[in-house]
Each structure stands twice: as C-alpha cells, then as structure tokens.
C-alpha cells in the first residue's frame, strides 16, 4: 500500500496512550459490560462487532455516570517504540484517507453529508461514551460518543488469529470501524437496535448483517484506493486474510475447537471476505444491501 510514514497523527485522533488507563466507568451490565458476558475472548476480538453485538442485546450504551478521569486528548506519548510509532502514523493516514472518501461518496450516493468520526489511541484500558474499553475486546466503533477505539496492540491478535498484520489488513480494520459509523449516520445502526429489541430471537442474525455490511463499507473504499493506485492486488490479499482471520467459524475453531453457527455475531470467514470483495468490486452503498440478502455470500456477478 503506498503511503509514507511520517508527520503527526490526524486532527481526527484522540491519543490516550500517554494517560494512566482512563477512567473506570461501568457499564450497564457490570464487569466490563457491554463485551462481559458472552464469548468474551472469542468475539471480542473481531474488530469491535461486540460492542453493537451487546449493545443490541439490551445493554446501555449511554456515557457512564462513573467516569471519573479527564478526556487526555492528544497528551504526548510517553513511551513509543519505532514500530508502535509506526503503527500509529497507519491508523493516522488510514483515518484520513476513509473519512475523505467518504466525504465525497456518501453525499453523492445517498444525499447526506458525512460527519468525521474520532479515532480514539489507548493502551490497555480507557472509557468511551459506552463504558470501558479495554484493549481485549479488541478495536470498536462506540455510536454513543461516535468514536472508534483502537490499541495498537491488537495488530499482534490479529496475527495471533492467522490473519495478515500488514499495511493493508490494519487499514482494513481501521475501514471497517468507519463502516459502522457510516451506518450510523444512514441511521442504520438505530433501525437494527429497534429490531433486536422487537425480535430478541433475531439479534445475531441482525448483528452479523450489520458487521458484513461494514466489511463491504470497508471494500467500497478499498475500492477508492485502488482507482487512485494506492492499493495493489497484494494488498487486497491482506486484507482478505485479515478478514477471514476475524470470522466466527475460524476464531470459535481456534479457540475451542468446535463451531456453533447459531452463536455467530459477524459472520463466518466466507461471508466476511465475500462482502468486502462486493464493495471492492462494485464501489457502491447500494451494492452493501446486507439485510436484503440475510448475509449469504455473494457471488462476484451479482448487482444490487
């Protein structure tokens, strides 16, 4: 993936990663809440989806009353080794490059204008507009503050699953977060927490349309950037592998050894790749209609 490291992180990043872990704030199912009681190890770490997965599932997601510590803003960074610098400046550029594009495509394609998200760096523990996040939950979007929350440390996850932690697999993590707030602007993401609350017994189903319609978001900008050259087919590779490494059947095999597709929250490795190779291919919203088609893979010809 063509860019160059350097310079300093976006107007659009919130670096935690020089406070003392955040404030505690509870969330409204005690523990550490809204990612505490299901699976915990198993989906949390596929890019966030636990977050919305459990804030369908009837879980506040409303700022905690138990916040205590000051917002760190961009308070310098302590301790940064090369390759966690690195790292950071990737999120910094992918941050940019996914909000300009989207800044451009969904006025275009739907009408709206798009509202930039922030990007919040932490390390280990912090609190965001839906309680505590803590680094093994893995990156989330958190459509109370609108926010997504990244340590950087979960690029070592990511291997761990099999996946690729190269460029463009990390960008394709950082994507995938800006999907959720894509929908959330579409209004999306409120329509699927009506209907889960309506139809409890439709909740995952509900939760993996909605993480495979982020990972096509993702693909319509991968789409941008390979009709600007910054993206190659060896990129796109990455960021397949990445997204088969974060799919319910493969992490649930991992993890314990036997898979269970009724548990799914987002979606099996196919799927996963099936719908961010859509968006890549087609470069539209339209072309992310999830709902419409229950989540089944799509084939490389289909057309909304």
């Not at 509900?206 to 096509?216: G, N, P, R, T």
């Amino acid at each position: 993936m063509d860019w160059t490291p350097g310079g300093g992180l976006s107007g659009d990043i919130e670096d935690r990663r020089g406070s003392s872990g955040g404030g505690g704030g509870g969330f409204g199912g005690g523990g550490i809440g809204i990612v505490g009681f299901l699976f915990l190890l198993v989906i949390s770490l596929v890019t966030g989806r636990n977050y919305i997965g459990s804030y369908l599932s009837g879980h506040s997601s409303s700022p905690s009353t138990q916040q205590s510590a000051p917002a760190a803003g961009s308070r310098p960074v302590t301790s940064e080794s090369p390759q966690e610098k690195r790292a950071a400046q990737l999120v910094s550029w992918t941050l940019d490059d996914v909000q300009n594009t989207w800044t451009k495509l969904l006025p275009a394609q739907t009408g709206k204008n798009y509202q930039r998200s922030t990007l919040v760096l932490f390390r280990g523990r912090t609190y965001s507009g839906c309680g505590t996040a803590q680094s093994q939950s893995g990156p989330f979007y958190c459509p109370a503050d609108e926010k997504v929350y990244i340590d950087l440390s979960f690029w070592d996850e990511l291997r761990r699953l099999g996946g690729s932690n190269a460029d463009f697999a990390q960008a394709y993590v950082v994507a995938h977060e800006l999907g959720h707030h894509v929908q959330d602007l579409l209004g999306i993401e409120r329509q699927v927490r009506q209907l889960s609350a309506q139809h409890p017994s439709e909740r995952n189903r509900l939760s993996v349309d909605l993480e495979l319609q982020a990972d096509c978001f993702a693909g319509v900008w991968a789409h941008s950037t390979a009709q600007r050259n910054i993206v190659h087919d060896s990129d796109i590779a990455a960021g397949l592998q990445a997204a088969a490494s974060v799919g319910d059947d493969h992490i649930q095999r991992l993890e314990r050894g036997t898979v269970s597709p009724e548990s799914f929250t987002h979606g099996s490795s196919a799927q996963r790749v099936g719908w961010f190779k859509r968006g890549f291919q087609q470069g539209t919203i339209a072309a992310c209609n999830t709902f419409k088609t229950g989540g089944a893979v799509p084939t490389t010809d289909s057309a909304e």
